[in-house]
């Protein structure tokens, strides 16, 4: 290829490397928001859950490996539920129809919130789908998680284990 | 439930130098089980790659040098083998584990300047393109020839014991070998962990402090080990083509993920001697180095 | 001629591809996901017919490559 | 690849070191295979070919990809040899004898592995029929940037056949070809990504076939088909896909394919398909392809001894042509939550009619070669 031509095709390039937003960190109280609960069909908000551990989840149903970590998080909730574990997955799939036939396939217990505009997805400035925040007692965020692959559930149960284990 | 985290602090000797580890473990019975295995794990590539040792596994590689017969490796020394090759083409032959035995002619008791016989003499036996190895076997061809895996073992070392404790469950500690530092995970509370660079200048004196969550520290240059003859202070990093001691950069700090990577290119660095510097902006490298000059620059933003 | 002609397209599309678009975020790529927005669905099926008329005609190329999807993981 | 990319791929090999989690990227989970049958039948009884087809892909840990597939061709029937000009002065075309079949098996591997934005792969194949070997190995970097918008490829491989004709034991060819891609993927909206890629194909050795050969009229003598013993090829494909919500959330993919060669072959080929969603897993995909090429310099229908030169063919692929094709195909996929994630059944149609009158630009004189061609298809394909 001629030298003009890698020349410009690395232009172009640097052109499209666009600068990441600063994410939230660890150690960040994570925000506060308020999203309809489509079991209750009323706003469900991050306070409700104050001294509980949460594992807040941004999730859609055509994201392969959402299927992939509904199961693991459905065991992982029905284990620590009762020492104060809560897992809040707030689904972002444009149709509810979507999330419903997914939901009849992977089945959850867990409180599941609507989010179709990604509002809150923006707040979080979730970068790849699903991504996971682990959020303690007092609402400050302990752990984020992008992606997810079957062997991330140990990782995520130390975690959890962890903080309940901390006093309020 | 398991008892709280606890803090656990461990500092002993090893691969010639003081290292330290510190670490959050479960139980006690999880700290003494991970520090056991840190012993172990560091005493077995301690047996296989120490020159000093004359029953190591390099030293009865070295000792087979031209008599014929290569030896058989095993997987472990086949990939520092191809490890050692990539730095080599990396570096256009400067990083050279053949160069070891240019130590002869520098060390620390010499009172003056090796000759040019004898430094030519000596780089007869250098040239990693003249080792004959594959995946299984490797050979000297020339009597006396050394292989000398210093810049790679100790980091390489650091990496694995990171790696050994993660898979015992540790998930959040920091481990220095000899001044080359691997993070296994941050601190619990996801804050990360102090690490302090020496200025080469004042040998007490810290020059920078950074705390990092994840990667690793490792560095390059004269901090200790140095030697002066008749008033010239010279490096213990010596340049294969030339066979004398490279000059330009006094010391450089690498950050990357892996040990290993971070002190291969430190040496790298050095041994580019006055184009160190550029190489290491170049690069786009995260590094902190002192030139000879005493003027001190860095470059961190990964971390 | 052609030579240049064909370099000053590529650069216009590759320009117009990178600028054109209005960022998707990561949770609005449902539609993309699709499996019939994929490139690649029924691999063997594309490969058959790829095959088929490459040695029936002369022309070959320029299938291949990733991209496209839901962008997880 | 940055200085610590390719000193860390190096390092990866060490025991003691595994890629850090955090930051290698991770495959997609599920396991896949596929198996196929598929057939092809050429007008007026000339070639026939039935292909099974097998593909399996398996994610091996968190960061490595594998992926085996096995082909078995079985083919049938005649082929043209040579065009002979009869004594109304109208060529007609000579076909081998009905009676070789053949039989291909190729089986190809490759590995890939994961980084946080860059999947790497190498691969390779060999493939081999009774009278031709062909061994080929392939190397690919993907990189995903922009947020996984834009997505740069690149793949090179390298192939060496070797030719043993049946009949013909003077000619034992080598040719090595090698092919490069470069192309870019970018996500355009919500519902619509472009995909553009450049090939550029470079072949070297015996490239002739040696079951041809070229009849000269003056002297009625027959000779080998000849062609050059190198041939550039050069291809920029383009792919367009657009989502329509309001029409059940079907997709249109429309490709066209510029394609020039150093043999004097330019070739355009247009390509669209309008994929169908109908209801709980029914898909349907109508297809439509046009495609012509003009005559590379060195073909004739027949020669005479004056314009015969030193390459010379008269192989109906490298005619000037045009080619009318149209298909259906439909698909049925089961999703599940168990063991199995999904099945997905497909079957397609797709008839070609090759004509030298639908070149553009062409003066259809070279109608003796036309024909026509179906292809069927069948496949299963289950997720673990």
Redesign the interface.
């Known amino acids: 290829m001629s030298y003009l031509y890698k020349k410009l095709v690395t232009v172009c390039l640097l052109l499209s490397l666009s600068f990441s937003v600063l994410a939230l960190e660890v150690g960040k109280p994570a925000p506060e928001f308020s999203l309809p609960n489509i079991a209750t069909k009323t706003a469900s908000s991050l306070s409700d859950y104050r001294g509980q551990v949460i594992y807040l989840d941004f999730w859609a149903s055509w994201c392969p490996p959402c299927r992939t970590s509904f199961p693991l998080l459905e065991a992982l909730y029905e284990k620590h539920h009762t020492a104060g574990f809560k897992i809040v997955a707030i689904n972002m799939d444009e149709e509810p129809e979507a999330m419903e036939r997914f939901l009849k396939l992977y089945p959850a217990s867990f409180d599941i919130l609507r989010d179709p505009e990604g509002e809150w997805a923006d707040k979080y400035s979730v970068e790849a789908m699903p991504t996971s925040f682990i959020i303690d007692k007092k609402g400050v965020i302990r752990h984020i998680h992008s992606g997810f692959s079957k062997s991330d559930i140990d990782e995520i149960e130390k975690k959890v284990i962890e903080l309940l284990a901390e006093s309020l | 439930m398991q008892g709280k985290l606890r803090l656990v602090n461990h500092a002993f000797h090893a691969m010639g130098s003081p290292c330290h580890i510190q670490f959050y473990a479960l139980s006690r019975l999880q700290a003494q089980e991970a520090k056991q295995s840190v012993k172990q794990c560091l005493e077995k590539l301690e047996q296989r790659y120490s020159r000093y040792r004359k029953d190591s596994f390099i030293s009865v590689i070295n000792n087979g040098s031209g008599l014929g017969a290569a030896s058989k490796i095993d997987a472990e020394m086949a990939a520092l083998l191809a490890y050692a090759d990539q730095c080599f083409q990396e570096s256009e032959g400067l990083f050279d584990v053949t160069s070891g035995i240019l130590r002869k002619l520098w060390s620390l008791d010499k009172t003056e300047i090796p000759s040019e016989e004898q430094i030519n003499e000596c780089r007869q036996l250098i040239g990693w393109n003249k080792v004959e190895w594959t995946q299984n076997s490797v050979y000297l061809p020339q009597q006396g020839m050394q292989l000398d895996f210093g810049g790679i073992v100790k980091e390489y070392a650091a990496d694995s014991v990171a790696q050994l404790l993660k898979s015992k469950g540790i998930t959040s500690g920091i481990i220095e070998l000899g001044g080359d530092i691997k993070v296994i995970g941050p601190r619990p509370s996801g804050q990360g962990w102090p690490v302090a660079i020496r200025n080469p200048l004042e040998k007490d004196q810290q020059s920078l402090q950074l705390t990092i969550t994840h990667g690793a520290v490792a560095s390059s240059g004269d901090y200790e080990r140095f030697q002066e003859i008749d008033g010239v202070r010279y490096s213990h990093i010596l340049n294969p083509k030339t066979g004398m001691p490279t000059t330009g950069l006094r010391a450089v700090s690498i950050l990357s993920e892996h040990c290993v990577v971070a002190g291969s290119i430190a040496t790298l660095a050095m041994l580019k001697g006055s184009k160190g510097f550029n190489w290491l902006q170049e690069n786009e490298l995260d590094f902190f180095c002192c030139l000879d000059s005493g003027e001190i620059h860095q470059q961190i933003s990964g971390y | 001629m052609k030579k240049n002609l064909v370099k000053i397209i590529s650069l216009v599309l590759v320009l117009t591809g990178v600028s054109a678009c209005t960022p998707v975020k990561p949770w609005e790529r449902g539609n993309l996901a699709l499996p019939q927005m994929a490139l690649d669905t029924d691999g063997q099926e594309a490969a058959f017919r790829q095959h088929t008329f490459y040695s029936k005609e002369s022309a070959s190329g320029g299938y291949g490559g990733h991209g496209g999807g839901c962008g997880c993981n | 690849m940055?200085?610590?990319n390719?000193?860390?791929i190096?390092?990866l090999?060490?025991?003691?070191?595994?890629a850090?989690d955090?930051?290698a990227?991770?495959?997609?989970?599920?396991f896949n295979t596929?198996f196929?049958y598929?057939h092809?039948e050429e007008s007026n009884n000339r070639m026939g070919v039935d292909?099974f087809?097998l593909?399996a892909v398996a994610p091996i840990g968190?960061n490595f990809t594998a992926s085996l597939d096995l082909v078995r061709d079985t083919m049938s029937g005649a082929s043209p040899v040579m065009n002979v000009r009869d004594d109304q002065g109208q060529v007609q075309q000579f076909l081998s004898s009905a009676s070789i079949t053949d039989e291909r098996d190729a089986l190809t591997a490759s590995l890939g592995y994961a980084f946080d934005e860059v999947?790497i792969s190498l691969g390779g194949g060999v493939s081999n029929e009774n009278d031709y070997f062909s061994g080929h190995v392939n190397a690919g970097v993907?990189w995903?940037?922009?947020?996984?918008?834009?997505?740069?490829?690149l793949?090179g491989s390298v192939a060496f056949d070797e030719i043993t004709a049946t009949g013909r034991p003077e000619i034992n060819g080598r040719k090595t070809s090698q092919?490069y891609?470069?192309?870019?993927?970018?996500?355009?909206?919500?519902?619509s990504?472009?995909?553009?890629?450049?090939?550029f194909?470079y072949h070297g050795g015996f490239l002739s076939d040696p079951y041809k050969r070229v009849y000269i009229e003056d002297t009625g003598n027959q000779v080998n088909d000849a062609r050059p013993g190198n041939k550039f090829?050069?291809?920029?494909?383009?792919?367009y896909?657009h989502?329509f919500?309001a029409a059940n959330?079907?997709?249109l993919h429309a490709d066209y394919?510029l394609?020039?060669?150093d043999?004097g072959?330019d070739?355009h080929?247009v390509e669209l398909s309008w994929?169908q969603?109908i209801a709980d897993g029914w898909?349907i995909v109508p297809r439509f392809r046009y495609?012509t090429?003009d005559k590379?310099d060195f073909y004739q229908a027949t020669f005479n001894s004056s314009n015969l030169g030193a390459v010379h063919s008269s192989d109906y692929?490298?005619a000037g042509f045009g080619?009318l094709g149209a298909g259906i195909?439909l698909?049925k996929?089961f999703?599940?939550?168990g063991f199995v994630?999904e099945v997905k059944l497909?079957t397609?149609f797709?008839y070609n009619d090759?004509k030298a009158s639908y070149q553009i630009g062409g003066d259809s004189s070279g109608s003796f070669d036309d024909f026509s061609?179906y292809?069927v298809?069948a496949?299963i394909?289950a997720k673990f």
């Open positions: 940055s200085l610590i390719r000193l860390s190096a390092a090999a060490l025991p003691g070191i595994v850090e955090a930051h990227g991770r495959v997609d989970e599920t596929d196929q598929a092809y292909v087809n593909t968190e999947d993907s995903a940037l922009n947020k996984k918008l834009t997505t740069l490829n793949t092919k891609l470069l192309g870019l993927t970018q996500i355009i909206n919500k519902d990504l472009i995909q553009s890629n450049m090939t194909a090829q050069w291809a920029w494909l383009t792919r896909v989502h919500k959330k079907a997709a394919r394609y020039v060669d043999w072959v070739a080929t994929y969603p898909q495609y090429q590379a692929r490298l080619s195909k698909t996929s999703l599940m939550s994630k497909q397609a797709d090759r061609f292809m298809t496949s394909n």
